[in-house]
């Protein structure tokens, strides 16, 4: 990545990138995007930065995250320096808070279709995937009137560890020819971000509707655990506009959480 090498250090080694972010609000219509090459957790220097005042819409990228997390308890992102994009973007009360996290889904699917030719589902309520592997993870903390949304998108890995909690896959598998090799260097983190955020803005009124589109399992049979009960198996009928998961097991079920998976036997 590359950075304004004259630009002041801020939060030890983070600088202002010369790109900006689209989604800033007010007078600004875009906002800073910072970048840091190794950190604990993007989120964490998100909140650090809205602290000093940062305006909503600002991003914070990094090359390798130490402890990145996932959506649930114990999971992390793995990710060697470099070969991901990762980034937390800093909304100030959003609208419809709880569904912005499918805006983003969104806007990754249309981003990976625009910059790879690729076609993406999406796992409720926080993966995107190829060809059923995940490709894409999204975390939303909401706090003190602030959204915090991580992303974490597999760009140049060529291969993953054993171990995963799901198969995973990455931009740079997906778009080799036949029996070529990945390019690692085809697809430029920072032309990737600004794509993304772009497509963020331009899915934000129609996200149900390309939601719709891409929702993995959809018209299929699946089994659904929830928080402390007894899992719901069912089809899947779609996604509320509240972001609620419609399951038909007789009666429509609206869950708020929850992880989807296949219904033994539904499947060859």
Request: proline letters at 6%; a neutral charge; charged letters at 25%.
């Amino acid at each position: 990545m590359l950075f304004k090498p004259t630009c002041e250090s801020i939060l030890g080694l983070m600088w202002e990138l010369p790109i900006r972010s689209p989604l800033g609000e007010g007078q600004r219509a875009d906002a800073p995007v910072y970048y840091v090459e190794q950190t604990d957790s993007t989120m964490d220097d998100a909140r650090r930065l809205v602290q000093r005042g940062a305006p909503s819409g600002t991003v914070v990228t990094a090359d390798y995250q130490r402890t990145g997390r996932g959506r649930r308890a114990g999971r992390s992102w793995h990710s060697l320096p470099r070969e991901s994009l990762m980034f937390t973007l800093m909304l100030h009360r959003p609208a419809e808070p709880v569904t912005r996290s499918f805006v983003m889904a969104a806007a990754l699917c249309r981003l990976l279709e625009r910059e790879a030719g690729l076609h993406a589902e999406v796992k409720w309520p926080n993966d995107v995937l190829v060809g059923g592997r995940k490709v894409s993870g999204i975390l939303a903390d909401h706090e003190n009137e602030w959204l915090y949304l991580g992303v974490g998108l597999n760009v140049h890995q060529t291969a993953f560890p054993e171990g995963l909690a799901a198969p995973a896959t990455s931009i740079a598998i997906e778009t080799a020819s036949g029996d070529a090799r990945p390019e690692p260097g085809r697809y430029d983190r920072d032309r990737l971000l600004v794509g993304l955020l772009s497509s963020y803005l331009q899915c934000q009124a129609d996200w149900h509707r390309r939601i719709s589109q891409r929702l993995w399992m959809r018209g299929a049979e699946v089994s659904v655990s929830v928080p402390y009960g007894t899992p719901i198996t069912g089809r899947l009928v779609g996604v509320a506009e509240d972001g609620c998961l419609l399951i038909d097991a007789g009666e429509v079920h609206r869950l708020a959480a929850g992880e989807v998976s296949l219904t033994r036997g539904c499947h060859e």
